[in-house]
């Protein structure tokens, strides 16, 4: 049983450019979950998805960055017009249920790098 | 000020010492998380608990609720624990909040 899967593990763009993440998670689950992590600072919070539906994204910032889970597919989540202030390490975590009592299972993570 | 802060910050061990890691946070919590990130950067889930204690391996996770304190243990330290351990906690909703992280170094 493969565990939550993130690609691409490392991913380089230019100013300006579009980036995206992609989060497969574990077989089963249908909650996905999205986090920073900003060079020498903590895992912060950014959107939490179902199956075609945002649950909470208090999280994202408010423009350039969007996410989506489809029916079919992995999660994505994608960022505009990237800037150098975006780069930092992207992990996605799934749980097979909602509650937070559900135990959160993380990917390998995307580190972003933005020249 | 963070919802979640931890102490140390870094802490460095002889193999076999006994290794207590500290998390206080602010907030009413659900669960509290105890992770692992090690130096590639992947992140394992250890621990959740929302009451006492847990134990697995040499590992052991206590939360007093009245308190807002939940420690970590290591018991007989080994240089493959060398990573960061980070405390979070769910809040309303699933929103987790994170410590900054303590990175540990056990030296052989």
């Known amino acids: 049983n493969a565990g939550v899967m993130q690609n691409p593990r490392h991913l380089v763009r230019r100013r300006g450019q579009e980036a995206r993440l992609r989060c497969s998670p574990m077989?089963?689950?249908?909650?996905v979950y999205w986090y920073r992590q900003l060079p020498e600072e903590g895992l912060k919070f950014m959107v939490y998805?179902?199956?075609?539906?945002?649950?909470?994204e208090s999280g994202m910032p408010k423009e350039r960055f969007s996410a989506e889970f489809p029916k079919e597919g992995p999660s994505i989540l994608r960022i505009q017009q990237v800037v150098r202030g975006d780069s930092a390490a992207y992990f996605c975590a799934s749980s097979l249920g909602g509650t937070v009592y559900n135990e959160q299972f993380f990917g390998p993570g995307t580190r972003l790098t933005v020249l | 000020k963070n919802e979640v802060e931890q102490s140390p910050q870094n802490l460095t061990a002889q193999e076999g010492e006994f290794i207590t890691i500290n998390c206080s946070y602010s907030v009413g919590i659900s669960a509290l998380h105890w992770l692992q990130q090690h130096p590639g950067g992947g992140i394992v889930s250890l621990f959740m608990?929302?009451?006492g204690k847990k134990k697995h391996g040499r590992l052991i996770a206590t939360i007093n609720i009245q308190e807002k304190h939940s420690s970590l243990h290591i018991t007989a330290s080994h240089p493959r624990d060398s990573a960061v351990y980070i405390c979070?906690?769910?809040?309303?909703?699933?929103?987790?909040?994170f410590g900054t992280g303590t990175s540990l170094t056990v030296i052989p």
């Open positions: 608990l929302s009451s």
């Open positions: 077989k089963g689950h249908s909650h």
């Open positions: 998805l179902q199956k075609e539906n945002i649950i909470d």
């Open positions: 979070a906690v769910s809040h309303t909703g699933n929103q987790f909040y």
